[in-house]
């Protein structure tokens, strides 16, 4: 099933909660773009080899063509965030419980962006959405275990294997070019940075795109009482809306996560960077090849830190990553939580 912007326009002039409903999902998609857009050109930033503002226009065009060209070779991941909770039954009760889950995302996004911690919306969405099905169903009842459990698979491999792909694409580039003049390799990494910044940005738009898009669409059929939609097709005109909207927050406040990723975490030179770009992207690409949704935010800092340790430990910035860990850790219960209390206020309350 899918919907016409035409269509979609005139849904959205006649139904005031179908608005209410696009208007948090857009705020969930802008704030993704504060919080883990920035990462996908991080590194590029902080070696110097573009300036904030070109790394920000090329993330916006390379966001873009991964949400359109993932989404068209394979749109599991999108079916797997639609498919992670049930929102069926009464349609009403749900569409107030997945604005709830909408609200909950963007207040802790807000807040770790306000501290310039990059966490990863990816599981805060997952953990409000969770968190609002509980609160909906009154226990488990609501959460599908068995796209659950891709997202556990996802955590695992976003951390372990991005930090493995860092160390052995920064020693695999040290190789290749051991007894070369560093200087006369300057300018081929720069070019390469700004490639490995486009990759990463193609990936995020790949992965993130794809999740919101997913909730996009849930929240309009939920809207129109259709809440047992099993397939859907995402049109073009919601592809180009996500990653305008993506680029803005980007565009808006993702300076301080660019700081705390690829300046205050790991002094970085452009080779590095570059080993830093390939891993993260070669993670995602593996990913969203196998429909597992992961996070952004974790692939690229732990792929940063694979790079940073395989020069030597203590080039890690540790406090930085340690109060990133912490961040992780609190999301899914954190986020959960603000998502099952706001669906009771909300269910309360309308």
Not at 113 to 138: D, R
Not at 180 to 201: E, I, P, S, Y
Not at 205 to 226: E, P, R, S
């Amino acid at each position: 099933m899918s919907i016409s912007l035409a269509d979609f326009l005139l849904q959205l002039v006649g139904n005031p909660v179908l608005a209410v409903t696009v208007l948090l999902t857009l705020g969930v998609i802008l704030v993704n773009g504060w919080t883990d857009a920035p990462n996908a050109i991080a590194t590029c930033v902080s070696t110097q080899s573009l300036s904030p503002r070109a790394a920000i226009l090329m993330a916006a065009v390379f966001n873009f063509l991964g949400v359109l060209v993932m989404t068209l070779v394979n749109a599991s991941v999108a079916a797997t965030i639609y498919n992670m909770v049930d929102f069926g039954g009464d349609t009403g009760q749900a569409l107030v419980a997945l604005c709830a889950a909408l609200f909950a995302i963007v207040a802790w996004a807000v807040a770790a962006w306000w501290f310039g911690i990059p966490t990863s919306e990816s599981h805060a969405l997952i953990a409000g959405l969770s968190g609002a099905a509980i609160a909906l169903h009154g226990g488990l009842a609501g959460i599908n275990g068995g796209e659950w459990v891709k997202v556990l698979y996802g955590l695992a491999l976003s951390t372990g294997l991005g930090f493995a792909l860092g160390w052995i694409a920064v020693r695999g580039v040290e190789l290749v070019c051991r007894g070369m003049d560093r200087r006369k390799t300057l300018g081929f990494f720069r070019g390469a940075q700004a490639v490995g910044g486009a990759a990463m940005a193609f990936m995020h738009g790949a992965q993130d795109g794809q999740k919101f898009m997913g909730v996009f669409l849930l929240g309009i059929f939920l809207a129109n009482g259709q809440g047992d939609v099993g397939s859907f097709r995402i049109p073009i005109w919601l592809m180009v809306l996500c990653s305008v909207v993506m680029a803005l927050g980007t565009s808006i406040g993702g300076y301080r996560i660019i700081k705390a990723v690829g300046m205050d975490m790991v002094k970085l030179e452009k080779y590095q960077g570059f080993a830093a770009d390939l891993a993260g992207a070669g993670c995602l690409l593996l990913s969203s090849l196998t429909g597992i949704p992961v996070s952004t935010t974790h692939t690229k800092t732990t792929a940063i830190m694979g790079v940073g340790a395989a020069r030597r430990l203590s080039s890690v910035n540790w406090g930085v990553v340690r109060e990133m860990v912490l961040t992780w850790v609190l999301t899914f219960p954190g986020c959960g939580l603000i998502g099952f209390l706001m669906a009771r206020l909300f269910m309360w309350l309308f």
